[in-house]
């Protein structure tokens, strides 16, 4: 490590512990990192801050620094620099910049912090208000849990303001006119007397080099001219005319290309193999073993990518037994042995759950016990990575979430410091939460070790990528409820099993460190919801199974959602209640889950007696994830070929909508999401190997399934809640809800097509 | 050693193309690998996704199960429905509807929209069902279904 990088982390660490500032403002003032972009600059071309690059012809370059998986997320973050810039957004180029400790997310961490969202007493608030700094201190550049826009929101808005006032400062020297009297305008600085005019361009050299503003004044949200407004998506007409834009495109000189077969079975190597006849297929040219902490296996080397399939094909291999249960019958067995023994952590606990439930008459008391199964992600773009490992520098071209965590764990693979692996973020055909994991990247790396130097891109099949993920985990749930006819339960009890996603993330990723304590993604959105009940019991218990689980779009929410709406439904009709007006009495201290629950009902005009006796039914649910609160209703008909989703009515408290239409396109997508899973997927197990290969196993919603959708967005709580994620909770439960309503059947565990069919 | 074999010619948005000598490599990796057209992209590979739909002769054609050897007519890959400079009424649609997310099937969503609607100028709701089979991840259908109609109107006018 040289003296650059010792003082970095030195400084970096140093920084953290006395300040703990984000802003940028601080940037300025305590300089705690070098500006990433000074490497990189092209001619002429000047960068204020790690955000903003501005060339002479006035090229305005906005670094947005997190992937753009589909959600929208590089324009909304170039409006809040270009807002207080004072530039439109065709007036600028997105990039999504290099890797770097300098865009460490810190709303994501302050998020993994063990209390719910709901909590904000003061020590809550004080370890949450620590976990920003200890994000820096991991430098960890992440996109995920719906976090960016909160992230971003101060210091993408003060470093187009720093960067604004320090070109007035120039223009003000340049002219001579005090920079109170200037004003800028479209990449301009004017002088209103005299009707003078200088580019961002032609003063940003100049700029460059002036003492930075110590204070940073941001625009009024009534002076908005693009936050709040909808905005045409930067990166839309590059998808609709075909550009090579993701990962799978990249095309480098000399690049050869490549793809794995990893073993079937979780946590088994080769027994035996021959790769004869994989070396015979004609443009195959090395077989090569892989073994990392993701997985064991084989790298087929090729000419090109179709080579590449056909030499994995014919790869001969006899692979080991899985370190875990062959069968699904023998891996949910583990579940409930979690659900019969005492829970490993108590979550939530009001009241007394104990105590009511033992002097409780059983006939009051119901019960009910759900299940879910594993899901993968199912990105559109497979997997995939290109690498090259040459002189000593390693360079990786790929579509990910986490470039820095690629650098921390790839660097050991062929022994250079992070810091010189070079990541180069490619747009991402979808992400979903897989790519935060480093198993695509990790086998191109060593693959690249064989190729002398040549990049190579490895893509997998789409059965290699299905059946090698890291899964929404499964999960089993015991729920009992204190019936009180009439009203709201006197009490909730729940206990849940499933397996633990840091543990598995963790033990991948980082295989020398061992995480401790309770994981909140085994219970979000079961032990956080806004719902008072006298006493409220939610406790967990890990599963211990070796099948890799990850962070999967809305992650617990995904699936604990389903769980508590659909349970709810159960007591509102035992307790012969209105499920409106139930979850109203339940939320009666959240203006906020009111406020959804009432505005999703009057889009839809609820009325419980809705098609009654018709082969028509609707559910609702609500679901409070990343800070967003969501009320869904779906409406279903039961029809002779089988159940049709007609519509979905969503209701969102998000806060702050800073790009309405992107929102509302990030709710439909949630909402299909989930509805998509809900209705058909599953991930199963046989032989100790996943079933299920390809679209034909695994399918998504088509077209002639998907039902209108219709959004609204409310704005009225004091926090910025996230979009990418929280349209997903509540699908599932609705819909399972409303074929309740349609055709009387309860539906306790998912995919609903065991045990009903859509049309 | 590879025997050498003619190199393989199809015409590809127009032009006479060089695409390989093995004649069952599917068109798909053809385009991509060979030719050097990334728009077309890989989904699947069994047909059950779309993203990798091309035109034949104008019919819509999923391209990873074509092997070049049995490709009969001309092909027409996204990268000749418009260009960044050149829109067609249909990616004008797209834009305006603000339809892709990820963007990764949208190719393939175009190409089969673009089919659809030299057969049926004026698509009905059930033709739309009917034709757009593709695969969207981010669950962009309703959009889609807009802008066809969008598209539509303004072909009409």
């Excluded at chain 1, 001969?316 to 659900?339: C, M, N, R, S, T």
């Excluded at chain 1, 409406?635 to 070929?641: K, M």
Aim: aromatic share 6%.
């Amino acid at each position: 490590m040289n003296i650059r990088k010792i003082a970095r982390r030195t400084f970096l660490i140093g920084a953290t512990a006395i300040a703990g500032g984000l802003a940028v403002g601080y940037y300025y003032v305590r300089k705690p990192y070098p500006n990433p972009l000074e490497d990189e600059l092209s001619e002429g071309e000047v960068t204020f801050n790690p955000y903003v690059k501005i060339a002479p012809d006035n090229t305005i370059t906005i670094i947005t620094a997190r992937a753009e998986m589909g959600q929208g997320v590089q324009t909304t973050l170039a409006a809040m620099v270009a807002e207080e810039l004072d530039v439109t957004l065709d007036q600028i180029k997105v990039e999504h910049g290099p890797a770097d400790w300098t865009y460490f997310n810190s709303a994501m961490m302050e998020d993994a912090s063990p209390f719910p969202f709901l909590d904000e007493s003061f020590i809550v608030e004080v370890t949450r208000s620590m976990m920003p700094p200890i994000a820096k201190l991991l430098g960890i550049q992440a996109t995920g849990g719906s976090s960016s826009m909160k992230d971003g929101y101060d210091k993408m808005r003060q470093s187009g303001c720093a960067a604004r006032l320090l070109l007035i400062a120039a223009a003000s020297q340049e002219l001579g006119i005090d920079a109170a009297g200037l004003k800028t305008e479209n990449g301009s600085i004017i002088d209103p007397t005299s009707g003078q005019s200088i580019t961002y361009g032609e003063l940003a050299a100049k700029a460059a080099t002036l003492e930075p503003p110590s204070k940073l004044v941001l625009r009024k949200k009534s002076d908005w001219k693009l936050l709040g407004k909808s905005q045409r998506r930067t990166d839309i007409p590059a998808k609709v005319t075909g550009q090579p834009i993701y990962g799978i495109d990249v095309d480098l000189p000399e690049m050869i290309y490549g793809t794995v077969k990893m073993s079937p079975r979780f946590g088994a190597n080769a027994i035996f193999h021959d790769d004869k006849a994989a070396l015979a297929v004609p443009g195959v040219t090395a077989v090569i073993p892989l073994e990392t902490p993701a997985g064991s296996g084989f790298g087929i080397i090729a000419e090109n990518t179709w080579a590449a399939f056909k030499g994995a094909e014919a790869l001969e291999v006899k692979w080991g037994e899985a370190d875990h249960p062959p069968e699904d019958e023998g891996i949910y067995a583990l579940f409930d042995k979690a659900l019969s023994s005492t829970p490993h952590n108590i979550m939530r606990n009001d009241g007394n759950a104990e105590t009511v439930f033992a002097d409780a008459p059983r006939e009051v008391i119901l019960s009910a016990e759900y299940r879910v199964p594993w899901l993968a992600h199912a990105c559109m773009e497979p997997m995939n990575a290109t690498a090259r490992w040459k002189d000593g520098v390693l360079d990786i071209w790929a579509p990910n979430q986490a470039p820095t965590l690629i650098q921390m764990t790839v660097s050991g693979l062929v022994g250079v410091a992070s810091e010189d692996v070079n990541v180069h973020i490619t747009t991402l055909g979808g992400g979903f939460g897989r790519r935060l994991e480093m198993d695509f990247v990790q086998y191109a790396v060593e693959m690249a070790k064989h190729t002398e130097g040549k990049p190579i891109k490895v893509t997998w099949t789409r059965e290699e990528d299905t059946s090698h993920d890291a899964y929404r985990p499964a999960a089993k749930t015991k729920l009992r409820a204190l019936l009180n006819p009439g009203t709201i339960p006197t009490a909730l009890d729940i206990h849940l099993a499933t397996p633990s996603i840091i543990k598995s993330f963790m033990g991948r990723t980082f295989p020398m460190l061992s995480p401790a304590g309770p994981d909140r993604t085994m219970v979000d959105g079961l032990f956080d919801q806004p719902y008072t009940i006298e006493n409220y019991r939610v406790s967990t218990s890990k599963v211990d199974v070796n099948i890799p689980v990850g962070f999967w779009r809305s992650v617990g929410a995904s699936h604990t959602a389903y769980v508590h709406e659909c349970f709810l439904d159960e007591i509102a009709e035992k307790s012969e209640m209105d499920p409106l007006a139930m979850r109203l009495e339940l939320a009666k201290e959240y203006p906020a889950a009111l406020g959804v629950l009432n505005k999703v009902a009057e889009m839809c005009v609820w009325d419980n007696n809705f098609a009654k006796n018709s082969t028509r039914g609707r559910g609702l649910a609500l679901s409070l994830s990343f800070g967003t609160w969501v009320a869904e209703v779906v409406q279903v008909n039961a029809t002779e070929d089988g159940i049709v989703i007609e519509n979905v009515w969503c209701a969102t408290e998000i806060g702050e909508a800073l790009d309405p239409d992107n929102i509302k396109a990030q709710m439909m997508s949630g909402i299909v999401f989930g509805l998509s899973a809900a209705m058909g997927q599953e991930i199963t197990f046989s032989d100790g190997m996943v079933e299920q290969q390809n679209f034909d196993g695994f399918d998504v919603m088509r077209m002639h399934q998907c039902p209108t959708i219709e959004v609204e967005i409310l704005e009225t709580y004091h926090k910025m809640g996230g979009a990418g994620e929280p349209g997903t909770p509540p699908a599932a439960p609705a819909l399972a809800n409303a074929i309740y309503a349609a055709t009387g059947k309860r539906i306790r565990a998912l995919p609903l097509s065991s045990e009903t069919d859509f049309a | 050693m590879r025997e050498a074999q003619a190199k393989m010619q199809l015409e590809i948005n127009g032009k006479p193309t060089e695409v390989g000598d093995d004649a069952e490599m599917p068109l798909l990796w053809a385009l991509r690998d060979i030719v050097g057209l990334k728009g077309t992209k890989f989904g699947c590979g069994i047909a059950a996704c779309g993203a990798c739909t091309v035109h034949i002769d104008g019919e819509p054609v999923r391209s990873c199960q074509m092997p070049i050897g049995e490709v009969s007519g001309a092909v027409t890959t996204i990268e000749a429905l418009g260009t960044l400079e050149n829109l067609s009424i249909l990616q004008q649609a797209w834009i305006d509807e603000q339809v892709p997310q990820c963007g990764y099937c949208q190719s393939g969503q175009l190409m089969a929209a673009s089919a659809l609607l030299r057969d049926k100028p004026k698509p009905t709701d059930a033709d739309i069902d009917e034709a757009m089979t593709n695969l969207c991840r981010c669950g962009t259908y309703p959009r889609i279904r807009a802008a066809i109609k969008l598209a539509a109107s303004k072909m009409g006018a």
